[in-house]
């Protein structure tokens, strides 16, 4: 097992950082103090990304993507979300949704969504489930992204209700739904690629990860025809992008927070030295070292797993997507704590990252779920 990136992941991750130093931080910081939710999409910032390629990087280059496999996205994710959360999270879904795709659909049918996702910039990607409990009866603090309130019309399936917590949803134009499907064990999966009857409903405004939209959205006789049949099994190994790539994008994160206390313990000098010589202060930036470590190659096994397919152990994305969450959590915490009362205050860096850090570990299922998840296929 290698996960030694090659030349190609090296450029790649190259072109990412980039990106991430010149276009994504320095604009981010503004969007981050926006007060408005409804202003703070990157637009401008992905346009230029993908520009680059960025957006497209899991489609084939025959259909006009860059080829990128799934571990090699590890190593671009990291680097945007180095840049800003939100907007490594925005790519992380494009490319996990996309890798879904291609995993499920046939040649030909995923040979029509990549012409539609690589023929406008403003194609981006959304994940819906249809079905699940009413809203009204719904009595969790997060509520379920599930659609509520779908109807069955005599020409096909006809969506009406809404959708609550819809990652992209605001900028997406491609929207991926799963469903239960009348046949045990099995999903059915639609491809929604227009906007036609969705409405966004309320844009909510995140504590972290404020560049990427969070929406409740409301759909309007919505048709959707031929859905895929699709086994859980392979539902299940066709959405491990889904888990490990977000997860990716906050190691990055993560990084960035560690950069800047062992910046600043270098520079802070307290008992006639700088803090780096204290051994608590040493303690604490060497755990977060052990940690970055070992949260990123969690993913990268988990990425190398999951594109041998065959006998990898199902349970491992859940557990690496947990476990480099919560890992990313203590270091973005341990590294404030470096800085001591000034990492708190709002002009330091450390308070924006750990505040993103925070809100992740509530996106994308939280730990528990994930470990819920990763028992059942034991």
Same mark, same amino acid.
């Given at each position: 097992?290698?996960?030694?990136?090659?030349?190609a992941?090296?450029?790649?991750?190259?072109?990412?950082?980039?990106?991430?130093r010149?276009? /994504?931080?320095?604009?981010?910081?503004?969007?981050?103090?926006? *007060?408005?939710p409804?202003? &703070?999409?990157?637009? @401008?910032?992905?346009?230029?990304g993908?520009?680059? +390629?960025?957006r497209?990087?899991?489609?084939?280059? &025959?259909?006009?993507?860059?080829?990128?496999?799934?571990?090699?996205?590890? #190593?671009?994710?990291? @680097?945007?979300?180095?840049?800003?959360?939100?907007?490594? /999270?925005?790519?992380a879904?494009?490319w996990?949704?996309?890798?879904? /795709?291609?995993?499920?659909?046939?040649?030909?049918?995923?040979a029509?969504?990549?012409?539609? #996702?690589t023929?406008?910039?403003?194609?981006?990607?959304?994940?819906?489930?249809?079905?699940?409990t009413?809203?009204? @009866?719904? *009595?969790?603090?997060?509520?379920?992204d599930? !659609?509520?309130?779908?109807?069955?019309?005599g020409?096909?399936?006809?969506? $009406?209700?809404?959708?609550?917590?819809?990652?992209?949803?605001?900028?997406?134009?491609?929207?991926?739904?799963?469903s239960?499907?009348?046949?045990? $064990?099995?999903?059915?999966?639609? !491809?929604?690629?227009?906007?036609? +009857?969705?409405?966004?409903?309320?844009?909510h405004?995140?504590?972290?990860?404020?560049?990427?939209?969070?929406?409740d959205? &409301?759909?309007?006789n919505? *048709?959707?025809?031929?859905? !895929?049949?699709?086994?859980?099994?392979?539902?299940?190994d066709?959405?491990?992008?889904?888990?490990i790539?977000?997860?990716?994008?906050?190691?990055?994160?993560?990084? *960035?927070?560690?950069?800047?206390?062992?910046d600043h313990? =270098?520079?802070?000098?307290?008992?006639?030295?700088?803090?780096?010589?204290?051994?608590?202060?040493?303690?604490?930036?060497?755990?977060?070292?052990?940690?970055?470590?070992a949260?990123?190659?969690?993913?990268?096994?988990?990425?190398?797993?999951?594109?041998?397919g065959?006998?990898?152990?199902?349970?491992?994305? #859940?557990?690496?997507?947990?476990f480099?969450?919560?890992?990313?959590? =203590?270091?973005?915490?341990?590294?404030?704590?470096?800085?001591?009362?000034?990492?708190?205050?709002?002009?330091?860096?450390?308070? =924006?990252?750990?505040?993103?850090? /925070?809100? #992740?570990?509530?996106?994308?299922g939280? +730990?528990?779920?994930? =470990?819920?998840?990763?028992?059942g296929?034991?």
């Open positions: 097992m290698d996960f030694a990136p090659s030349e992941t090296i450029a790649l991750q190259g072109l990412a950082r980039d990106f991430a010149q276009e /994504v931080a320095p604009r981010t910081d503004a969007l981050d103090q926006e *007060k408005s409804e202003n &703070r999409f990157p637009g @401008e910032i992905l346009e230029k993908d520009a680059l +390629g960025l497209t990087l899991p489609v084939p280059e &025959r259909q006009g993507g860059g080829g990128a496999e799934l571990l090699s996205l590890c #190593f671009v994710a990291e @680097e945007i979300g180095w840049g800003d959360l939100g907007v490594g /999270v925005i790519y879904q494009d996990a949704l996309a890798n879904a /795709v291609s995993r499920l659909w046939d040649e030909s049918g995923f029509a969504f990549a012409e539609n #996702f023929s406008s910039s403003a194609s981006h990607l959304a994940h819906l489930k249809i079905g699940g009413p809203a009204s @009866e719904d *009595k969790s603090p997060y509520p379920s599930a !659609l509520q309130g779908a109807s069955i019309a020409d096909g399936l006809r969506l $009406n209700g809404g959708a609550s917590h819809v990652l992209n949803g605001a900028a997406a134009g491609i929207f991926l739904l799963e239960d499907s009348e046949k045990e $064990n099995e999903r059915k999966i639609h !491809l929604l690629a227009n906007r036609d +009857g969705i409405e966004v409903a309320h844009y405004d995140l504590m972290g990860m404020r560049s990427c939209q969070d929406v959205l &409301r759909f309007e919505v *048709k959707l025809d031929h859905p !895929l049949e699709s086994a859980e099994e392979d539902w299940r066709a959405t491990h992008a889904i888990r790539l977000p997860a990716a994008a906050a190691v990055g994160t993560s990084r *960035k927070s560690h950069e800047h206390a062992l313990a =270098r520079e802070r000098v307290q008992g006639g030295k700088p803090i780096i010589e204290h051994q608590t202060v040493g303690y604490m930036l060497c755990d977060n070292l052990m940690e970055l470590d949260a990123r190659r969690s993913l990268q096994a988990a990425a190398w797993a999951a594109e041998r065959g006998d990898a152990e199902p349970w491992r994305s #859940f557990l690496a997507k947990a480099a969450t919560e890992s990313c959590e =203590r270091v973005a915490r341990r590294s404030m704590e470096v800085w001591g009362g000034a990492g708190y205050m709002t002009e330091a860096p450390m308070e =924006r990252l750990t505040r993103d850090l /925070v809100a #992740f570990s509530h996106a994308f939280v +730990g528990h779920a994930a =470990r819920s998840a990763a028992m296929l034991l």
